[in-house]
């Protein structure tokens, strides 16, 4: 620098950015206005809704039994859990008993589900945190190899890769022979196996822990208050888990561990969401062992899908999601189509912290806190 | 099950009553009644906000959740359609927030004291309210933009 130029720092005051909805690091179409001080984040307001089909309007428009397949595409990772909410709560307001068999042959679909989901989310947490890892692609792409694997599984068992429709109300669709058990087990044990390698790639690189440790905690009465539930609830010390604490189809009979974390950080939640891979491929061996014999569809073959009425009244259940608690309040007054039917998205509790979490924050940490969050945003806006 | 207990002790104090899913609670003690239920019997954690058109009201309904019992209660509060307001619980638990915009997005409920009472799901301009029964599937009454569209040029 020649002795001439003077270097003239200048305070531009509060810039609103806006982060989205088309960024990559969003997880789909969310939109953050930051308003930044510098770098530093001092305001956010998220802006959702770019991805709203209006379901909710669609439900009272169709017979039950042509609903189930519509849940299945609001949270586009973990389909299963969106239908095998519905049907829990159209079995529960009609009375109708499903065989044991079919129990559990849909605990095992769901947590197939939600081991590639997470893989999904640790992979693209990787991209999020791009640079600190090495370009992320390579964890991406080792995610995603091992979840091809599984929807490959998925479509060998149901045909479809992704929206397996494998839930039927009184049932499930789709058996497990023994030939697709003895897969199954070797492709739990084979995923299990590549886990080390996946954890030594992010949480056990330093700078991985440097991007999360202490970045965007989540006080545990802040997680009560604002009602973040799933794995985002239990990193902050709070151990709720809807398959524990109102257990549904097989997972009262079935062994479950539940990793719970108190530090509520974004490595708090890596690291509940990364047990809970090794928990979820445990369940799906012991699905797989000890599966009861029996029919699996105790209804009546469907000749007239609106022939299906319910008695009036409400009922609401609550499945355990990838993401957390994800309920479905069924209103019936009579007849077959719901007359009001209500989602409770658990990616929308979730995503309602994140104006709690970013000022004083940096840019930089945007990104890691809303991987952390592992927000779907067709389950945000539905 | 909601638990009987708590029924019974908002029912003298809050003029509730018993309903489906827990309790039915009148607009006008609604904020009070939800104070007490977080600092005096424990339900701590925000499960929704969500509401149900009756024929001749809505029922606008909170869920919220006692963690040490395991108890999910439902508080509803039966609205007239001709007065569509209620008291805002963003306040007492501040996960109501965005669950309420829902409901004022969908159904027109207006809340007193929101913190920031926009439209949620749908854009700013939207006309209507589109989970209300007399909203038609096929609507004339769609998305259309405030603004007419610029004339091309000739």
Same mark, same amino acid.
């Given at each position: 620098m020649s002795a001439g130029v003077e270097v003239v720092e200048r305070e531009f005051g509060e810039m609103a950015l806006n982060m989205g909805?088309? $960024?990559?690091?969003? $997880?789909?179409?969310l939109r953050l206005v930051l308003h930044l001080s510098g770098e530093t984040v001092l305001k956010a307001i998220p802006s959702i809704g770019?991805? $709203?089909?209006g379901v909710e309007k669609l439900s009272e428009h169709l017979a039950y039994e042509q609903l189930a397949p519509v849940y299945e595409r609001d949270d586009y990772l973990a389909p299963s859990a969106n239908s095998l909410a519905y049907c829990l709560a159209v079995e529960k307001l009609g009375s109708i008993a499903v065989p044991r068999r079919a129990q559990w042959l849909r605990a095992f679909v769901c947590e197939w589900q939600r081991v590639a989901s997470h893989l999904v989310w640790l992979g693209t947490l990787g991209l999020d945190l791009g640079g600190a890892l090495g370009g992320g692609t390579t964890l991406y792409m080792y995610c995603f190899r091992e979840r091809e694997k599984i929807l490959d599984f998925l479509e060998d068992l149901t045909?479809? /890769?992704? $929206?397996?429709?494998?839930?039927?109300?009184?049932?499930? /669709?789709y058996d497990l022979d023994a030939a697709r058990a003895a897969k199954s087990r070797a492709l739990s044990t084979g995923i299990e196996a590549a886990l080390p390698e996946l954890h030594a790639m992010a949480g056990g690189n330093a700078i991985f822990g440097a991007r999360t440790r202490g970045v965007g905690a989540i006080s545990k009465d802040l997680a009560l208050s604002v009602g973040v539930t799933g794995p985002v609830l239990r990193a902050s010390g709070v151990g709720y888990d809807v398959r524990k604490a109102m257990p549904y189809d097989a997972y009262g009979e079935l062994p479950l561990t539940i990793p719970t974390r108190s530090a509520g950080d974004a490595l708090a939640r890596y690291e509940v969401r990364f047990e809970e891979i090794s928990v979820a491929l445990a369940l799906v061996r012991a699905i797989g062992d000890g599966l009861p014999a029996g029919p699996i569809f105790s209804r009546k073959p469907i000749k007239n899908p609106k022939a299906t009425k319910l008695p009036a009244g409400e009922a609401y259940v609550a499945v355990e999601s990838p993401r957390g608690e994800l309920g479905i309040h069924l209103v019936s007054e009579g007849g077959a189509k719901p007359h009001r039917l209500k989602i409770n998205a658990p990616s929308f509790a979730n995503l309602q912290v994140v104006p709690h979490l970013?000022?004083? /924050?940096?840019i930089a940490d945007v990104v890691a806190i809303l991987g952390s969050l592992d927000p779907v945003m067709g389950d945000v806006d539905r | 099950m909601p638990a009987v207990e708590v029924v019974e002790a908002l029912r003298t104090r809050f003029s509730a009553s018993a309903s489906p899913l827990g309790v039915a609670v009148p607009a006008a003690s609604l904020l009070e009644a939800a104070r007490a239920l977080r600092d005096a019997h424990g339900y701590r954690f925000y499960v929704l906000a969500s509401a149900t058109e009756r024929s001749e009201a809505i029922d606008l309904v909170h869920a919220v959740r006692n963690l040490d019992t395991n108890d999910t209660l439902f508080v509803t509060t039966p609205l007239a359609k001709t007065a569509l307001e209620a008291p805002s619980l963003a306040f007492v638990w501040s996960g109501a927030e965005w669950y309420e915009r829902e409901v004022f997005d969908l159904f027109g409920i207006r809340f007193a004291s929101h913190p920031d009472l926009r439209r949620i799901l749908?854009?700013?301009?939207?006309?209507?309210? =589109?989970?209300?029964?007399?909203? =038609?599937?096929?609507?004339?009454?769609g998305y259309r933009p405030a603004t007419p569209k610029p004339e091309a040029a000739s």
């Open positions: 909805p088309q $960024h990559p690091s969003t $997880h789909g179409v770019y991805l $709203h089909r045909g479809t /890769r992704y $929206h397996t429709n494998v839930n039927l109300i009184g049932g499930c /669709r970013l000022p004083g /924050r940096l | 749908l854009p700013d301009e939207y006309q209507g309210h =589109p989970l209300r029964k007399e909203f =038609p599937m096929d609507t004339p009454w």
